[in-house]
């Protein structure tokens, strides 16, 4: 299959601020229908990157290549822009109608009022807005001015848009149903995006990759299963939702699977990894049953420890257990007189999929 065009690139880019490099970034390709995540904790260099990506920031070094044409001067650039749309974590709206605000994009640009009015007229009926459109914008709820500020980026029909946290602060129900808007429209429209967000099940959710940036570095870029379920480094997995994050040693590795030593106990992962590597071993919660009925009975779970719960935290409609995991060393057949740890940075490997770790707390 061929691959689709690269609308947006950045080649050898690095951008300083107070004298500060905050970016630094050797490739950066973005194909047209392409939707990208970009994870990463405050102070990453993710909103560096957008208005990287907007050309809003001097660059220190490197080119930014809109459909293979290098955009350079600051005519170039204002040409650029209006091919693009970007929407701020926090809503700015014009005082004036919701209408109007979603017309302004096309207004700046050239189209007439009619037009502008059917256009803006549209895209208000695709994010739930019609009835609101002589409504006054600065009067709305903050789900509502977010569905504006959505509307009235879309509207212009950019060939990128890019998202800055445009669903921060919102509560979880009226989160959901602006993303499910969004994604309709984004896939209905062809359009590339670019999202910085926080959240890694939206990441999940709406993305053909996930860019994981640190300290201004992108340290992996991959479709979401392999981040996922291969994470480069601890740093990587915490930010994709592990929080159990053990280090260990393969100890047995074939045909895709591995036996990792940690603390004593062995754990049966999925990873393609030689013995004697120094690995991460990242169980996620969803993968963890815990049996508190019977801890003694035998379980199809290939990696089954005792364990006692030493606390319990809510988290929202969840509850966070804390497991103090009992130290039993077992010798697995084939391992005498395996590889001894090799020296090099430890990297993620996972849970084996559909073998969930059970837990077992003792009586």
Sequence with gaps: MTAAPCVLELEGVRVARGGV?????????????????????????????????????????????????????????????????????????????????????????????AEARDRAMVYLERFDLAGMAQRAARKLSGGEAR??????????????????????????????????DLERVIRDAGIAAVLVTHDQSE????????????????VQSDVPA????????????????????LE?????SARGEVIVQVAGQEIDAIAEAPAGEPVYCCVRPENV????????????????FPARITGVSSVGPYLKLRLAIHVIRRATPGLEGAPAARQGTPRGVAARDGSPSAAQAPR
């Design 21 to 113: 490099e905050v970016l630094d970034v050797p490739s950066f390709r973005l194909h047209r229908r392409e939707f990208v995540s970009v994870l990463g904790p405050n102070g990453s260099g993710k909103s560096t990157l957008l208005l990287t990506l907007m050309s809003l920031l001097p660059r220190a070094a490197g080119r930014l290549l809109f459909h293979g044409a290098e955009v350079a001067s600051d005519r170039e650039a204002i040409a650029f822009r209006r091919r693009m749309a970007m929407v701020l974590q926090e809503p700015l709206l014009f005082d004036t109608t919701v209408l109007e605000n979603v017309e302004s994009g096309l207004r700046i640009r050239g189209v007439g009022r």
């Design 147 to 180: 569905r504006v500020c959505l509307a009235r980026a879309l509207a212009v029909e950019p060939q990128v848009v890019l998202l800055d946290e445009p669903f921060a602060s919102l509560d979880v129900p009226t989160r959901h149903a602006i993303t499910e």
């Design 203 to 218: 990441a999940l959710r709406l993305s053909n990759r996930i860019d994981v940036l640190h300290r201004g570095r992108m």
């Design 226 to 245: 392999a981040v996922l379920n291969e994470p480069a480094s601890a740093f990587v997995a915490s930010c994709v939702g592990m929080e159990t994050i």
């Design 289 to 304: 049953l815990i049996d508190t009925a019977n801890p003694g009975a035998s379980t199809s779970a290939r990696n089954a």
């Design 248 to 252: 260990g040693v393969v100890r047995w």
